[in-house]
């Protein structure tokens, strides 16, 4: 994929957005690396120390944050950069996506005020003449949260599978578009700059930083049995992707932490080999989300409010992250898995009625 779509006009040094990162042991490898558990929820997010199956609780790591305004491509990778993951200033945030747009259109002959809709639409619609690899076409999807008065809150759905939403007060349901379209074409222009695709570099610094923070040493970072060998493994194994396409990826591990089922893999004796292996070629699916909302089930029906204490909570990250301008597919997933847990027992207790 080419990557001189971005318009020479973005200075990336001053706009460039921060990433960081948010059956028995004798059975099958297939049963074995089901998403689906019966055990106790993992209370965090995976961190390069948790990616593959590991024993303790571990630290939470921080977010993709593709909102952040401070240079530097390896500056939010490491988990000290946590703190970063809060808005410092809402106004300066949309002020660097308007000029993003601005500049977007004015680098591609548009006049006046650009219809970012339009615009995002193009955009990928250009990447997949360019040979970009999308498995399910160019098509950006938006999905409008119920409600009867502003403000009006919209999703979109970049075609990798990246979620981003509206981040400003939108007072109709056609400014709510616009502002999730905005901060989605934001994040696709800059996703194509050069420092966005993992290199060599770029996994040495991530890298390092990790040992930094979990005080680790060089011969962890070379064994594939540590946890931080895991999160290496990943980065080269990713080699050349951008850092967009690697959230994509990470998402699936993120869920199947925050699911336990990472934590009941290493019970069931699966190396981390195995596990790296068989996700990081495994689509997010309806057949992995339906079961994982059966576990949720399980646990509501062990200790009641089980469902709705994680749902409240997962609601409130989704809009902090929301109004950050940040990446928000695991959040999303979260809850579409909660609901589906809601549906599925729903259907249960029905079944269960006495007849008249």
Not at 175 to 195: D, G, Q, T, W, Y
Not at 231 to 252: A, D, H, P, Y
Not at 317 to 344: N, S, W
């Amino acid at each position: 994929m080419e990557s001189n779509v971005i318009p020479d006009g973005v200075r990336p040094q001053r706009l460039q957005p921060g990433i960081g990162f948010g059956s028995g042991p004798t059975g099958t490898l297939r049963s074995s690396l089901r998403p689906g558990v019966t055990v106790p929820i993992a209370p965090l997010l995976p961190s390069p120390a948790s990616l593959a199956v590991s024993s303790g609780p571990p630290p939470p790591p921080p977010p993709l944050q593709l909102h952040s305004l401070y240079g530097g491509v390896g500056a939010g990778l490491g988990p000290g950069a946590a703190g970063h993951c809060n808005p410092g200033n809402p106004a300066v945030l949309k002020e660097a996506v308007e000029a993003v747009v601005r500049s977007f259109a004015k680098h591609t002959q548009g006049y006046g005020r650009v219809n970012v809709v339009e615009a995002l639409q193009e955009f990928w619609q250009m990447k997949l003449s360019r040979g970009a690899d999308l498995r399910n076409g160019a098509l950006v999807v938006y999905e409008m949260v119920p409600s009867n008065s502003p403000p009006y809150v919209c999703y979109v759905s970049l075609p990798g599978g990246s979620c981003f939403g509206s981040f400003q007060f939108c007072p109709t349901k056609a400014e709510a578009r616009r502002s999730a379209a905005k901060i989605a074409l934001m994040n696709s222009v800059f996703n194509e700059h050069p420092s966005r695709r993992i290199t060599d570099d770029f996994i040495e610094k991530s890298v390092s930083e990790a040992l930094a923070s979990f005080n680790g040493n060089r011969e962890e970072a070379d064994n594939p049995n540590t946890g931080i060998g895991a999160f290496r493994f990943m980065l080269e194994s990713n080699k050349g992707k951008s850092m967009l396409e690697f959230q994509e990826l990470m998402t699936v591990f993120q869920l199947l932490h925050w699911n336990g089922s990472l934590k009941a893999m290493r019970e069931r004796q699966c190396s981390r080999q195995e596990v790296l292996a068989h996700y990081s070629h495994r689509a997010l699916d309806d057949d992995m989300r339906t079961q994982m909302a059966a576990d949720w089930v399980n646990r509501e029906q062990s200790v009641a409010g089980t469902i709705a204490q994680e749902l409240a909570s997962t609601e409130r990250e989704l809009e902090d992250a929301r109004l950050a301008g940040r990446e928000l597919r695991f959040y999303k997933e979260k809850k579409d898995i909660l609901m589906l847990a809601v549906g599925q027992l729903s259907v249960a207790n029905t079944a269960t009625l006495p007849s008249h």
